[in-house]
């Protein structure tokens, strides 16, 4: 099932900052090169559909981030630092390092989203423009959490909870945990293929995997935002394309561009007609979007020096 959802793909582990990734790659040698980072609870495998189609102009990376997948699940501590996006995104500025590019482009959902937003403001001269699917900034999130957002994302406030709680709770059944948060987030629908959902669900029956995505939401409800707060006042400097679900909670709960204006010098978006799933929904959309927005905010060539 692997080589059908990626086939042309190299498929290899790169050591990030920390932890070694497991990684998905192809592309034109000398394309612009274009990582993709998944959210929770799934895998690089959500890029199935979308990046073949980049992949034919950029040189496309999809890691599996730190704690998700094949990668590594390092050890956390009780500040929950191993899982902030700032360590999550060392691993990206590792890997890219590692693979011959100072400066690239990236595109992030959900979880990766995120750690794309922390690492444009830790490295904001390795990034030219991003693309971030279905959020606004978590700081912001949790301060205008009402009872809708808390009813829809109530997982949110379930993973952090002190281990082992979610996780003994989880690790139960972890297929009908899966399948009730995603489903019911895609309108009791399933949009995954069936060769996503494998990697999915057998990916998320490992303990260890349960045990750091937990870890990832503990991070980004306390230490993620004591980083936040350390860059009040400081924005993202490259462009930022945001896109979000009409039907999610982002278009539901919140004003994105608005909060989005807060944190990025110079964003623009609008929602589009999908669930939160919205790679594995409209593929092809994303892919021309996220094509658009990166051919009008290159890489120039002064930039990809080596």
Request: charged share 20%; proline share 6%; aromatic share 10%.
């Amino acid at each position: 099932m692997e080589c059908q959802m990626f086939q042309n793909f190299m498929h290899e582990r790169i050591e990030g900052d920390g932890a070694s990734l497991f990684v998905r790659r192809a592309g034109p040698e000398n394309a612009p090169p274009l990582v993709l980072l998944h959210g929770y609870p799934q895998t690089s495998a959500m890029w199935h559909s979308v990046a073949p189609i980049l992949a034919q102009s950029y040189q496309v990376v999809c890691p599996d981030l730190r704690g998700y997948g094949r990668s590594d699940k390092p050890t956390s501590n009780a500040s929950h630092q191993p899982y902030s996006k700032r360590a999550m995104a060392n691993d990206i500025i590792a890997i890219m390092e590692r693979l011959g590019h100072k400066r690239f482009l990236v595109g992030g959902h959900d979880r990766g989203a995120r750690v794309a937003h922390r690492m444009g403001l830790d490295h904001p001269d390795r990034i030219s423009s991003m693309v971030l699917l279905d959020i606004a900034p978590t700081r912001e999130m949790y301060a205008n959490t009402n009872v809708d957002f808390a009813n829809i994302y109530w997982h949110w406030f379930f993973l952090t909870l002190p281990s082992p709680v979610p996780e003994k709770m989880i690790s139960a059944n972890p297929e009908m945990f899966w399948k009730n948060k995603c489903f019911n987030q895609a309108q009791g629908k399933s949009p995954f293929s069936a060769e996503a959902l494998d990697e999915y669900l057998k990916a998320f029956s490992d303990l260890d995997v349960i045990h750091a995505s937990c870890e990832d939401y503990r991070a980004a409800a306390s230490i993620d935002i004591e980083h936040d707060n350390a860059d009040m006042g400081r924005k993202l400097a490259m462009p930022i394309l945001a896109l979000w679900a009409k039907h999610g909670v982002i278009e539901k709960c919140f004003d994105a561009l608005a909060l989005w204006g807060q944190r990025a010098a110079k964003v623009e978006g609008e929602a589009l007609a999908a669930t939160h799933y919205m790679a594995e929904e409209i593929p092809e959309e994303i892919a021309a979007r996220m094509s658009d927005f990166f051919s009008c905010n290159p890489i120039y060539s002064k930039d990809t020096t080596q």
